[in-house]
């Protein structure tokens, strides 16, 4: 990395502790929705910036929202973008747990030095849970379950290991988390490149389930969300 790169972000990272008050203070009590969502790809230069179409991820969180979850799991946080997303259109004392492997192929999140600002990302009254590990890793799901505390999931997000065997097995492993009635969402549906697999078994979901593609025009990654 060069020293310029290097300064760039050591500016950024500041920045963001030092404006961390707006983030927390980002409630829809009191924005709408269009808001939040400007305020979060904005931030401190982009640093939570979810790694999403803006209009497709502004309308997964207006189905997301109707539901009100209380409890969640995310596979794939990189930079922390969705998380904060869904923190606020989440229930109040909402229990959140989220999942990456530091290095992961697709990103690569959860740093050490962004551990600490995540923690801060919640509602005051919500519990966040940060698990740093492969969510293909049977003791990932182990402690997923540890942390609903036999609650089931009204809300799983799937945006991890995109090929087809990595988003199968996130799917496989976690859907069955799922209460009837909650939801479960899937990045990168339209996503036609050889190395992503997740329109592949999105295809197949759709046959047998409940679902809605949402689609952005003309960038499109695609947010699937289907109804269990
Ligand atoms: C596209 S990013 C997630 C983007 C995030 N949801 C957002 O929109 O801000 C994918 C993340 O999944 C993580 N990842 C890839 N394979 C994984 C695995 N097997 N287990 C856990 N995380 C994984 C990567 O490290 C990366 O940070």
Redesign the pocket.
Known sequence: MSVLTLLWRLRRYTSAWVGLHRIRNLDLRRQSLEHVVDEVFDFAGGF?????IRSE?LEALREVRELRPKYIV??????????LLWSRVADPEATIVT????????????SYLRVPLFRKLPLPGQTLHLIR?????PK?LELTKTYLQGHSADFL?I????TER?VR??YDMYSPLVRAGGMIGF??IAITRPEYGVRTLWHELKAHHRTRDIVGEPLAYGIGLLYR
Request: hydrophobic share 25%; aromatic share 6%.
């Open positions: 939570f910036e979810p790694v999403q991820i995310e596979v794939g946080t990189a930079g922390g973008g969705t998380l999942i990456d492997l530091p290095g992961g192929e697709f990103g690569g999140g959860s590990g492969d969510s293909h890793d990932t997000f945006d991890a290991d995109h990595g097995a996130d990045h990168d």
